[in-house]
Nanobody, 126 residues
Framework: QVRLVESGGGLVQAGGSLRLSCTAS????????MGWFRQAPGKEREFVAV????????KYADSVMGRFAIARGDAKNTMYLQMNNLKPEDTATYYC???????????????????WGQGTQVTVSS
């Protein structure tokens, strides 16, 4: 059983930056994956970024590549999503998630993850 808590959302002008944080508590494993998803009103939840706890390998959605960066904090069960050059289309509720090891998983789908945070709102104004 893992509990995830996000923080760091807010209102920012286009071109600005925000850093989201996610802290996990409870039983965790080094070979789990940790990721970020977002969901805008009326749209499906979409993949943003993912990181392997064991080796730090990362993967990003094309829409955020070069602007966003996922990183592990000093604490093993903490990760961040650094968001730079934000655009109005980045406006959404952002969720952190953790997934157990899977055979054939892509680590880019909601079905690849087992635990979810409550979400934090990011709003980018023009």
């Amino acid at each position: 059983q893992v509990r995830l808590v996000e923080s760091g959302g807010g209102l920012v002008q286009a071109g600005g930056s925000l850093r989201l944080s996610c802290t996990a508590s409870g039983r965790a494993f080094d070979n789990n994956i940790m990721g970020w998803f977002r969901q805008a009103p009326g749209k499906e939840r979409e993949f943003v970024a993912v990181m392997r706890r064991s080796n730090g390998n990362t993967k990003y959605a094309d829409s955020v590549m070069g602007r966003f960066a996922i990183a592990r904090g000093d604490a093993k069960n903490t990760m961040y999503l650094q968001m730079n050059n934000l655009k109005p289309e980045d406006t959404a509720t952002y969720y952190c998630a953790e997934g157990l090891p899977r055979l054939g998983g892509t680590a880019t789908r909601t079905r690849d993850f087992d635990y979810w945070g409550q979400g934090t709102q990011v709003t980018v104004s023009s």
